[in-house]
């Protein structure tokens, strides 16, 4: 392995065929280049996917209610089904140990006052786990707490742009804001991956929000994620026995499909999951496809550089070569071609994918990249696939009797 002479007849044999020794590098380098430009963009769509889905958490159900339009159970239609924290209590009591997160949430818009500045803003009761659900990013101060629930606190976190409209200068964390008549306190700033519209949103217990409200205790919407662990078919069934209770206790006929909706991200996710399992399979097939061209091609051109040195091979046993000397001669080239090839394949792949970058997130990929442990593996097996390339032809042809060797044309 380590024979200066023999290195020094292996690289003079690929200078004196150049033509040859491109032809079988080129092989291994594009079944390389494919396969990692391929993977990489598959791996661009994931992310795109991925990204998709991040403006919320992923794991949402989100249960709201209408009006009636079917009579049932003795009541009329055209009734006005609300929500009250008895419901929401009752959800997420039913099936417990599958809540991740939860929340109520009572929505309203106020006008909202800081010093001479005012406009109007959602104000979104809820408890201290929608900054979960919501995906927030705490920028200054806190959330709102559970004793800020209990003791139904005046106290408010906003949104990135609601300081920016209303609090120009100075830490906004401790001022007061005039909302609806009533003094809330500034506890927290947030930001939200959402946009403008999600970070022009004003958070308050939800407990006080209801006090504000004369007293109520409604809600608009319950906000449940889901244990991450559960898949999509378990997380949509859950959906469906969540929907399942809140129309028996609220007295809705199960047709009825004004009165209670369930939007389960599950059936998205199930969807995409699909899809993005498609065509991983697709990509995989394709790469797993290049890469096996790639392998016969070297198989191939290795046959003929053994064809084409079977007198050379008939000279060496002549004057005394053993088959295993010309067997590990000619293995040794067949890795060195192929592992300079791999190199060189690897190497414009990934600058390839780095090239591309985020030039491409108008068509759905985003970050296009390839794993090293992927990369390595495919490499791996087309270096081991060359050094069988090559054993077989070479082993084959050292067999074979010094005259008629020599006869070969």
Wanted: charged share 20%; proline share 2%.
């Amino acid at each position: 392995m380590f024979d200066l002479d023999r290195w020094q007849e292996i690289f003079s044999s690929i200078r004196s065929n150049v033509l040859r020794t491109v032809l079988s590098g080129f092989t291994v380098a594009l079944g390389l280049y494919i396969f990692i430009v391929l993977f990489g963009i598959g791996n661009g769509l994931q992310n795109a996917f991925q990204q998709g889905f991040t403006r919320d958490a992923q794991n949402l159900i989100t249960i709201f209610t209408g009006r009636t339009n079917i009579a049932y159970g003795g009541l009329q239609a055209d009734r006005n089904i609300t929500l009250n924290n008895s419901d929401y209590e009752a959800l997420i009591k039913s099936q417990p140990e599958k809540v991740q997160y939860s929340t109520p949430r009572y929505s309203t818009n106020f006008l909202v006052k800081y010093g001479k500045e005012s406009g109007s803003y959602q104000i979104s009761g809820a408890n201290d786990e929608e900054a979960f659900i919501e995906n927030r990013k705490l920028m200054n101060g806190r959330f709102i707490s559970k004793r800020d629930i209990e003791n139904n606190q005046y106290v408010a976190v906003i949104g990135r742009m609601v300081q920016r409209d209303l609090i120009k200068n100075g830490d906004p964390v401790g001022k007061d804001l005039e909302i609806n008549g009533s003094i809330f306190k500034v506890i927290g700033v947030f930001s939200d991956d959402g946009g403008d519209w999600d970070e022009r949103m004003i958070s308050v217990p939800v407990s006080t929000l209801q006090q504000v409200k004369k007293g109520s205790d409604t809600i608009n919407t319950v906000f449940i994620a889901y244990d991450e662990k559960m898949q999509p078919d378990q997380a949509i069934k859950y959906g469906k026995d969540l929907e399942r209770e809140l129309r028996a206790r609220k007295k809705v006929s199960p047709d009825d499909q004004n009165a209670v909706g369930v939007n389960n991200r599950a059936e998205g996710l199930q969807d995409s999951f699909t899809f993005l399992f498609v065509i991983t399979i697709i990509v995989g097939f394709i790469g797993m496809g290049t890469l096996l061209a790639g392998i016969i091609g070297i198989s191939n051109i290795m046959v003929y550089i053994v064809k084409e040195r079977t007198k050379e091979i008939g000279v060496r046993k002549a004057i005394g070569a053993k088959p295993r000397s010309i067997v590990a001669l000619i293995m040794q080239e067949s890795i060195v071609i192929t592992v300079i090839s791999g190199f060189v394949g690897v190497g414009v792949g990934v600058l390839t994918l780095e090239l591309i970058g985020d030039s491409l997130e108008k068509y759905f990929i985003k970050d296009p990249s390839v794993g090293w442990g992927l990369i390595f593996a495919a490499f791996i097996s087309l270096v081991i696939s060359g050094l069988i390339a090559g054993f077989i032809p070479a082993y084959r042809a050292s067999r074979i009797r010094p005259i008629e060797a020599l006869r070969t044309e």
